[in-house]
């Protein structure tokens, strides 16, 4: 399922780019894929709130982010505004904060909890935390729309279930790592 497409100019340098979304070579579950590092982003669509958690946290790393726009915080402000409306969320304010000379931070604050984004242009890297501690956020919408929208060719995901109700002892997902 892997595509290959065109080749596109950064900063003078020809890059191949390629599709990130692709079967996971085992189907594991976030949680048990973090005990082996990263997990490919097609693994997000499993991203749900499972009983005894509050709250669920993807930590999204796009590493060489092939977009120009990387320093551009109306562009980081409008596509993070985007991504927290495809993820059905209610925006309650947004705050950025363009670094001099080069890089952004900033924050979409939502009723359900955040979208966080620190942005480093001059390693193509770009850091966001989707936070949520409803069960209707669909995080897998925003994650797969800013991966898109920033172009990184090497993304990775890591899901977080924050809020454990259930002792760790007895939760067998825990025991495994």
């Known amino acids: 399922m892997e595509r290959a497409m065109k080749a596109k100019t950064f900063n003078g340098e ?3 780019l ?3 979304f692709s079967p996971a070579a085992k189907k594991e579950s ?5 005990k082996y590092g990263l997990v490919s982003a097609t693994d997000v669509s499993q991203v ?6 509050l709250g669920i946290q993807l ?3 796009m590493r060489e982010c092939l977009t120009e726009r990387l320093d551009d915080l109306d562009w980081v402000k409008r596509v993070m505004t985007q991504a927290a409306l495809r993820a059905k969320a ?17 924050v979409v604050v939502i009723a359900e909890s955040h979208l966080a984004i620190h942005i480093w ?8 935390d989707i936070f949520s501690c409803g069960k209707k956020l669909r995080a897998a919408a925003a994650a797969q729309f800013l991966i898109k929208q ?4 090497k993304p990775a995901i890591i899901e977080m279930r924050r809020g454990l109700l259930t002792p760790m002892w007895k939760t067998a997902a825990l025991r495994t790592l």
Do not use: W
Request: hydrophobic share 40%; net charge positive.
């Open 14 to 16: 020809r890059k191949k």
């Open 18 to 20: 390629s599709r990130t």
């Open 30 to 34: 976030f949680l048990n894929a973090c």
């Open 48 to 53: 749900a709130i499972g009983a005894d958690a």
């Open 59 to 61: 930590l999204i790393e």
């Open 90 to 106: 209610t925006i309650v304010q947004t705050v950025f904060h363009k670094f001099n000379p080069i890089g952004i931070s900033g």
């Open 121 to 128: 242009p001059e390693y193509r890297y770009a850091a966001v």
């Open 150 to 153: 920033f172009r990184s060719d």
